[in-house]
């Protein structure tokens, strides 16, 4: 099955926020050749996969709000400013949304994006081996530049309110 990428118009039936030839253009001008090597399907559902994570990571962080309520993904939306000045068109996928799902699919093409969570070992113990276990590392994997990349898309720290003028 073709991946259905969307493409600003609010797709009830997207699948993907960047193509496998945007992502093509994206690995070769980063000179990846593992992606050269994956089939178009292996290539496909590591896009969906990608974008499946981007959807459960970031759908209630977004700034602004969806385009229609039977669009499949999170963009296009409305109401989104980034930097305090520049207004987001309603009917795009912004690049910088489409080149963080390309970079999560190389990722996904390696392996699962949402692992189960484990708790960091910082010591075990085993006859005179001894296991102590992290409390303050992460609960999950986090894509730093991921994340940074769609900074300017998402609302504040969670757990804050958003304030409106009125």
């Not at 000179?31 to 290539?43: C, I, P, Q, S, V």
């Not at 977004?62 to 499949?72: I, L, N, S, V």
């Not at 799902?101 to 708790?119: F, Q, S």
Request: a neutral charge; proline letters at 3%; charged letters at 25%.
């Amino acid at each position: 099955m073709s991946l259905i990428v969307e493409d600003g118009t609010g797709l009830s039936t997207a699948e993907s926020y960047c193509s496998v030839a945007a992502m093509d253009a994206r690995m070769s001008g980063f000179g990846n050749e593992t992606w050269a090597t994956l089939t178009t399907a292996e290539r496909e559902e590591a896009l969906r996969r990608a974008t499946v994570y981007m959807e459960q990571a970031y759908r209630e962080r977004w700034k602004g709000y969806r385009q229609t309520a039977t669009q499949a993904l999170s963009w296009p939306r409305n109401s989104v400013v980034v930097d305090g000045f520049i207004s987001i068109a309603s009917n795009v996928v912004p690049a910088e949304v489409r080149n963080a799902c390309a970079d999560l699919a190389l990722k996904a093409a390696a392996g699962d994006l949402n692992v189960d969570l484990e708790r960091g070992v910082v010591r075990e113990k085993v006859g005179p081996i001894e296991t102590e276990f992290d409390r303050a590392s992460p609960q999950a994997v986090r894509y730093r530049s991921i994340d940074m990349m769609l900074a300017p898309f998402l609302k504040g720290v969670t757990g804050m309110a958003r304030l409106v003028r009125a």
